[in-house]
């Protein structure tokens, strides 16, 4: 198993120089001349070839990559564009941001909708599968912005009970988490549901049932644990996205993540950061990917690493 | 220079009034109770994270406005865009345009100390004039050759050539003073820690895109125009339902821009004020006039026909827009009224467009990707339909739509229609007119992009440049705006109003005409 | 296939009420895409200023939005285009994703690797950077974001689907096949396709209300459909200015979406119980 963690990190070499070097081709063929953009309306062409140089942009650009990934072996990832902070300050200060509101929203979402789907698959065609399968359709056809803006009327401007915006207390994780883990939530619980039911179909479980199990304890112990494999895939899915895919919510709640950062930076073409938080990405992404692999064997023993 | 970037303003409750939902039920009657304490800090919200806080390296109104709390110019604007002294108390320019002498006030110190005298100013401003140190407003000062200091508070500005208009660059906000000590540190520093200003704030502390604090300055030169709160915190937020729900919430006191529904429907609500102010923000649509078919002047005039401006200004603005009556906007310097707004004439827009050789082919209309600008877009795409006009609307970001306007020469670029707005952050006509309409102006030099090429224009402009004498460059104005009234390079629009929401007890702090917000006066009543 | 088999197969569909909803309301909305722009009273661009922002009435059933537009009319029109995205968010990313998922997970190894890495980098992609990319180069409009939402479709069926394979492939009967000399194409089609088909299916109608709602976040970010385009995503983005002052603007392409992802789930539902053979044994 240490071997396969081993060869798996020793893959995520070429995974991130290709993810580099892609990104790098990408945010370049899009139209867009961050010397403009930075110098601002109204600059002189004076005023924009000062600030192309400024930013070193006047290189070519095969010299630009090579100075950008030889530094960023060093740690130095450059400096924004935009704000001229380092780059690793500013994804440094809102990458927690972000993962501590994916992670309370996953367990929003895990909590939620494993419970939903659970109770939905034993529970077939009763009106609890109803009820949950529906909260489930009504979770999936909800844009966030749209849950959100609404959570925001009702929760903070009619009854006072939440912080309209902001990060500063558990008050203020509420909203977001909840706009996020519904969605979410609503993918696992239909996910779980149409495993376990496979799976409650299956031999062993009705030899279990045979055998005289008790009910919850064949539920429980054989199908629940049968039916995780996709539903393992679709949340680390979803955990991926959370990380990557805040940016509407956090725009709505002037959350300072990198969600919102990505769309800042891509609307500035600030090149540096962009690369920057493309890395972060896929280094999550890959771990991510890592850990639900590894939980592919520990919970089905017949999968092997090879 | 443009009044794209949204400001907006609000602050936050900090615990003080409300506290946010911790009160039970049945305390909450005592939260409203007159007696409650008064707030002092005014945390302010904007649409976006402040860029820079080094005034020679902005270009942007957001952070204009923050800068504007800590550091101040030789001369500034009032809220009618007039130029008033500030760090000077009189000012005068030589006849030819070439010499401009300020006279300092006296007796005003630097939030580190240091003396504000004539050898600070000339220090700050041979930093901006550098092309060397590739500040972003350099071009706005280069033309500076030398600077003399006779005495310690007065101080001549020599130019390179007659530059009438250059008393509004000087009160364009990035003619800041910067301390000694300040202009000696690198610019990476002077971006984030302006410590080095005169103004009525000090500043305190940044976390990018999460908060930005100033406080007030208990040194502060004018005792008339000191802070009237301890501290003012700029808080970002993107998504305009957000601000206008903390405002509605009380969370915010101050939000701009405010959509005009969001206005039509904040006026019914007694916590909170919406405030209305004339803008000098110019919105028109360019015709690239080196294109068919919009070469021959009956099309343009066609198209100026076709445009029933009061059911934009009314219906899509919810009535915050005034009519455009010249190429300048009401409150810039040298305005001259040219008639009234254009009425729409159906039947006179189709004959023209017939005896102008219009083809009916489709026509695009380029414009940024802002809800307003796609809901202006959509109704004069049916607007020039009904006249027989075909045009179809396509919506760009912000960064696509630039590089694909302003760095693509005559034979390059594919605009024909450009929706968009202007407005001159000098106050000033030249500035209004010149990167606009001016011949030399074209991209990618400047933003012409209806490649507009009049000689009697651009000799009129020229001439507008070489004087400093106030009676002569009104009547070259007046002259300018009459012929680019009536040669019609673009489809005149409106002037939008500025519009902004606050908490019904505050006071004190307003939207220039530039879009630029000076929250200096904030106070609650 | 005789007609008795066909019966067999399509009996545990029928037998579920809540799936012949779901095949009912797909139908209707593929009638209405069809006739939509037929049975519009109203040209879905024009504009009625003296009714902007109104109610429904007479004269507009479902009201009208911020450029006094017959919202009713535009939710007509724009049926197919809201279909399409949806469409596209589903056939692209099976197609391509499901033989790389299941080439992936049955034969391991290298290509294995190789597979998911590339699926790693897309997916790493956040779909915001390609959709701005996608529309930066190829030009604002539906299609463009469509192909956006296409790619971003391909790693998530290409990863779903090698999950579920790796777990069918240790199954005794692959095992049985394999053993008999099966080939590998053989054994793919046969034997671990119709075992995973069922996260397919639910997989696929959860995409197709994810397409639309991604279009939708797109709008929000100014990325969307094209003026005066009435693609029900950008509706509802456009409409959420409105949502405390005129709430009809947004309520009415909301509950459309909404309409169209119950009819995709509820049918993906049926499918599921008809396609799964295991399934099938139990009922």
Not at chain 1, 183 to 201: K, P, Q, Y
Not at chain 1, 235 to 249: A, P
Not at chain 2, 102 to 124: I, P, Q, W, Y
Not at chain 2, 395 to 411: C, F, I, R, V, Y
Request: glycine share 8%.
């Amino acid at each position: 198993m240490l071997r396969f963690i081993g060869k798996r990190l020793v893959q995520l070499i070429p995974t991130l120089l290709g993810v580099s070097l892609v990104i790098f081709l990408f945010v370049r063929m899009i139209p867009g001349d961050p010397a403009r953009l930075i110098a601002g309306m109204g600059a002189t062409a004076q005023d924009i070839a000062l600030v192309r140089e400024d930013l070193g942009l006047d290189r070519p650009a095969v010299q630009q990559y090579f100075s950008y990934m030889g530094k960023a072996f060093t740690g130095d990832f450059g400096k924004s564009m935009r704000t001229r902070l380092p780059v690793t300050q500013e994804i440094g200060t809102r990458f927690m941001p972000t993962v501590k509101l994916a992670v309370v929203s996953m367990i929003v979402a895990i909590a939620l909708g494993l419970l939903a789907g659970v109770v939905a698959a034993i529970k077939r065609n009763s009106w609890l599968d109803y009820l949950s399968m529906t909260g489930a359709l009504i979770g999936v056809s909800m844009p966030s912005f749209w849950l959100a803006l609404m959570l925001m009327y009702l929760f903070a401007v009619k009854w006072h009970l939440l912080p309209t915006f902001g990060s500063d207390s558990w008050k203020s994780y509420v909203m977001p988490a909840v706009t996020l883990g519904v969605g979410a939530a609503a993918s696992i619980a239909r996910f779980t549901r149409a495993a376990m039911l496979e799976v409650l179909g299956q031999d062993f479980v009705r030899t279990a049932r045979a055998k005289g199990l008790q009910e919850s304890r064949v539920n429980l112990r054989h199908a629940l644990r049968n039916a995780l494999i996709p539903v393992l895939t679709i949340t680390g899915l979803q955990f991926g996205f959370l990380l990557g895919g805040t940016v509407v919510v956090e725009s709505v709640f002037a959350w300072n993540g990198i969600g919102r950062l990505l769309v800042d930076a891509v609307e500035a073409r600030d090149y540096p950061v962009i690369q920057t938080l493309m890395l972060v990405f896929s280094l999550q992404f890959v771990l991510i990917n890592l850990v639900v692999d590894l939980l592919y064997g520990l919970i089905d023993p017949r999968i092997s690493y090879e | 220079m443009k009044l794209t970037t949204r400001v907006a303003a609000g602050a936050l409750a900090i615990g003080l009034l409300t506290g946010c939902g911790s009160p039970a039920p049945s305390n909450a009657p005592q939260t409203s109770q007159p007696s409650a304490p008064k707030k002092t800090t005014a945390a302010v919200a904007t649409a976006g994270d402040v860029v820079s806080l080094d005034p020679h390296d902005t270009n942007d109104n957001l952070s204009y406005g923050v800068e504007n709390t800590i550091y101040e110019g030789l001369v500034g604007f009032d809220k009618e865009m007039k130029v008033i002294g500030v760090l000077a108390e009189k000012w005068e320019a030589s006849d030819d345009a070439k010499t401009f002498t300020f006279h300092l006030r006296k007796g005003v110190k630097f939030h580190t100390g240091e003396d504000m005298n004539a050898a600070a100013v000339k220090k700050s401003f041979l930093r901006v004039a550098d092309p060397a140190n590739k500040l972003k407003r350099n071009s706005l000062f280069n033309t500076i050759t030398s600077i003399d200091t006779p005495d310690d508070y007065t101080v001549v500005f020599h130019l390179k050539e007659a530059f009438g208009a250059m008393l509004y660059n000087f009160a364009h906000p990035a003619g800041k003073v910067i301390a000694p000590s300040g202009v000696d540190k690198g610019k990476d520093e002077m971006a984030k820690n302006p410590k080095y200003g005169t103004g009525p704030f000090m500043f305190k502390e940044w976390t990018a895109n999460d908060h930005l604090t100033v406080v007030k300055n208990p040194n502060y030169w004018n005792k008339d125009a000191a802070a009237k709160v301890e501290s003012i915190n700029f808080k970002p937020i993107a998504e305009s339902g957000t601000r206008v729900n903390g405002l509605k919430a009380g969370d915010l006191d101050f939000v701009l821009p405010l959509p005009g529904v969001d206005a039509q429907a904040l006026q019914k609500d007694a916590k909170v004020k919406v405030n209305v102010a004339p803008s000098i923000y110019s919105f028109y649509m360019a015709m690239n006039v080196t294109k068919k078919p919009f070469d021959n002047i009956k099309v343009r005039e066609a198209l100026n026909l076709a445009i029933d401006r009061e059911a934009l200004r009314k219906g899509v603005l919810r009535g915050f827009a005034d009519p455009m009556t010249s190429v300048l906007a009401p409150n810039t310097g040298f305005y001259v009224k040219q008639g009234d707004e254009i009425k729409r004439d159906v039947a006179k827009a189709k004959q023209l467009l017939q005896e102008g050789g219009y083809t009916g082919t489709e026509v695009e209309i380029w414009h940024s990707n802002a809800t307003e600008r796609k809901d202006i877009a959509a109704a004069i795409v049916q607007q020039l339909a009904e006249v027989g006009f075909k045009a179809k609307s396509v919506p760009m970001d912000n960064a696509t739509l630039s590089s694909n306007l302003w760095t693509q020469d005559k034979d390059n670029n594919k605009v024909q229609l450009y929706l968009g707005g202007w407005s001159t952050s000098t106050g000033d006509a030249d500035w209004a007119i010149r990167p606009l309409l001016y011949g030399q102006s074209a991209p990618p030099n400047g933003y012409n992009v209806g490649f507009y090429n009049n000689p009697k224009v651009n000799q009129l402009i020229e001439d507008g440049l070489k004087t400093a004498d106030a009676t002569k460059r009104a009547s070259i104005y007046a002259d300018l705006q009459k012929e680019i009234w009536q040669d019609k390079p673009w489809v005149f629009l409106y002037i939008p109003n500025n519009v902004w929401g606050t908490g019904a007890n505050v006071e004190g702090a307003f939207v220039q005409g530039d879009g630029i917000v000076n929250y200096n006066g904030i106070y609650f009543k | 296939m005789n007609n008795q088999h066909l019966r067999k197969l399509l009996r545990p569909f029928f037998k579920r009420t809540s799936a012949v909803i779901g095949l009912a309301i797909v139908l209707f909305l593929v009638i209405v895409a069809l006739l939509g722009p037929e049975l519009a009273g109203n040209d879905p661009a024009k504009q009625f200023y003296d009714h902007m922002l109104e109610g429904p009435s007479r004269l507009f059933p479902l009201g009208t939005d911020q450029l006094g537009r017959d919202i009713l009319s535009r939710l007509l029109n724009g049926a197919h285009l809201s279909l399409a995205v949806a469409a596209a968010g589903v056939v692209a990313g099976a197609v391509l994703g499901i033989p790389l998922g299941l080439t992936a997970g049955y034969f391991g190894g290298w290509w294995d690797a190789f597979v998911m890495r590339v699926m790693d980098v897309l997916l790493a992609f956040p779909g915001i950077l390609l959709a701005i990319g996608i529309i930066a180069i190829l030009g604002p409009g539906l299609t463009n974001v469509m192909i956006a939402i296409a790619v971003f479709g391909v790693p998530q069926f290409a990863r779903l689907v090698r999950g579920s394979t790796l777990q069918v492939k240790s199954l005794d009967f692959v095992q049985a096949a394999h053993a008999q000399g099966a080939g590998a194409v053989r054994i793919l089609a046969k034997h671990v396709l119709p075992n995973v088909l069922a996260p397919i299916v639910v997989m696929a109608t959860l995409r197709t209300a994810q397409a639309i709602l991604i279009a939708s976040s797109l709008s929000f970010l100014g990325l969307g459909a094209t003026p005066p385009s009435p693609e029900w995503g950008s509706m509802l983005a456009d409409g959420r200015a409105y949502i405390e002052t005129f709430p009809h603007v947004a309520a009415f392409p909301g509950i459309a979406i909404f309409l169209t992802v119950l009819g995709f789930n509820l049918l993906g539902d049926g499918l599921n119980d008809m396609l799964d053979p295991r399934l099938r044994r139990n009922l």
